[in-house]
């Protein structure tokens, strides 16, 4: 399909409610992940000096490691350069129409993945 025209007004405020909906996500998801990093390494501290139950708790907290990720930053690109553009209106191809519109970016299932568990903590 060839690219359509749209909005630029519209698409703006479309990707700064994603984006907002995905700011909110990330925050819940790095509060849990902070909550699970405290709690393994808690576990770590309460092992003492067994150093059996050391690398065991540490093999834990070493599972804990992966901070969610933050993709902020890439809506924040794509409004910054709708904002300046001086087009009343923008065509899109289909892969920036389901990232902008549809919310669907190339790296949103890994996203999803990896920090649905955290946030829902």
Not at 101 to 108: A, G, I, N, P, R
């Amino acid at each position: 399909m060839q690219p359509l025209k749209y909005k630029t007004a519209e698409l703006i405020e479309i990707l700064k409610k994603n984006r907002d909906e995905h700011k909110g996500l990330f925050d819940k998801a790095i509060l849990g992940w902070l909550k699970s990093v405290g709690e393994a390494a808690q576990s770590v501290v309460a092992a003492g000096t067994n150093e059996i139950k050391v690398r065991k708790e540490l093999q834990g907290l070493y599972s804990h490691l992966q901070c969610p990720a933050d993709e902020t930053a890439a809506y924040d690109h794509a409004i910054r350069k709708l904002e300046l553009t001086t087009q009343d209106e923008i065509e899109l191809d289909d892969r920036e129409f389901k990232s902008f519109v549809e919310d669907d970016w190339d790296w949103k299932n890994n996203w999803m993945t990896s920090n649905s568990a955290y946030a829902e903590q």
